[in-house]
């Protein structure tokens, strides 16, 4: 087995400017972990993530569920990130042509270009959907992205969006999925983030399947854990686990 290089030593071969500062932040803040912030007020967010800002290297946003999106809000979390330094992920998974992906991501109500450092799109429409989110005309040189396939019961994933997930992955080199082939090894300049991870191994009831962190990074060598409900609602394990040592039997 080729040995692992360390996340600061990839910095150097990843294939953007969002992903070496992912990996050397990685590598300085020594987490890999990522906290997907599902939640539906601006002050539920930013007390979420001033609350795991220190421990986590990326928050992942789905600012489309929020019930009071502000500008002011994004200057707010902004300030937090810088705070903890982390970098912020909107998870939008943009799903058109080029041209209409450049303007959702410019314009209309949330302007995700302006406040966040990543942010990804499905491979349905074919690779060319964000090749214009490089360096390219109408987006801003800031601009990152990720690619992502479902970790959902009952997908099926076509031979063409494969391909089109592979030959985007070789141009913008930041990738997300539960269950690609393509392992750090093949290609330490990109970086793999996996969704789907709690404690122990199982699922929601809508579908949702999750694995162990030692089963994503140590087996399938990914580089990042993505952990929605299994942290959000670690105050709910938290009483009830209290709780429920007062009801032990002697
Ligand atoms: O830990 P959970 O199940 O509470 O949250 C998982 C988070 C959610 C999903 O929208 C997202 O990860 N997700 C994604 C992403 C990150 O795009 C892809 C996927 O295949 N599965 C998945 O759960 O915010």
């Avoid at 690779?127 to 801003?140: H, K, L, Q, V």
């Avoid at 609602?233 to 032990?248: D, I, T």
Wanted: aromatic residues 6%; neutral net charge.
């Amino acid at each position: 087995k080729p040995k692992r290089l360390a996340y600061g030593e990839r910095a150097v071969l990843a294939q953007n400017a969002a992903g070496k500062k992912l990996l050397d932040l990685m590598e300085q803040k020594k987490s890999n972990l990522s906290v997907a912030a599902d939640v539906t007020t601006s002050e539920e967010l930013l007390k979420l993530a001033d609350a795991v800002g220190p421990e986590i290297c990326v928050l992942k946003t789905h600012v489309d569920v929020l019930s009071d999106f502000s500008e002011e809000l994004t200057v707010k979390l902004r300030a937090i990130a810088e705070k903890h330094d982390f970098m912020i992920f909107e998870d939008r998974k943009f799903a058109d042509i080029s041209n209409t992906v450049s303007m959702q991501y410019e314009g209309g109500p949330f302007k995700i270009v302006d406040w966040s450092d990543i942010t990804n799109a499905h491979m349905v429409p074919g690779p060319g959907s964000i090749d214009g989110t490089g360096e390219g005309a109408g987006f801003a040189a800031t601009c990152r992205d990720e690619l992502q396939r479902n970790s959902s019961t009952g997908r099926v994933p076509s031979s063409s969006r494969k391909n089109g997930c592979g030959q985007s992955r070789l141009r913008h080199g930041i990738h997300l999925h539960k269950s690609c082939a393509w392992a750090q090894a093949a290609n330490p300049g990109f970086i793999h983030m996996t969704p789907g991870v709690q404690t122990s191994a199982g699922g929601d009831d809508l579908g949702q399947q999750y694995s162990t962190p030692e089963n994503v990074i140590a087996d399938r060598q990914r580089d990042i854990i993505i952990v929605g409900r299994g942290i959000m609602h670690a105050g709910w394990y938290r009483s009830n686990a209290w709780e429920s040592q007062k009801n032990s039997k002697p």
